[in-house]
């Protein structure tokens, strides 16, 4: 799915993407890497970057 960049908060250290449909949540640290996608609409989630 294509998002917009300017529907995303982009800093050093997390990426939030939001939707129509899903809430893209990305954490990046020296130790771990986080990546979390939430449907709003099947309430599912998923991890992926």
């Known amino acids: 799915m294509k998002r917009d ?9 997390a990426v939030v ?8 949540i990305c954490i990046q640290s020296n130790t ?6 939430v449907n709003m609409v099947e309430g599912s989630t998923s991890d992926y970057c």
């Open 5 to 13: 960049l300017q529907d995303c908060n982009i800093n050093s250290f």
């Open 17 to 24: 993407c939001i939707s129509a449909v899903d809430v893209h």
């Open 32 to 37: 771990q890497h986080l990546c979390k996608t």
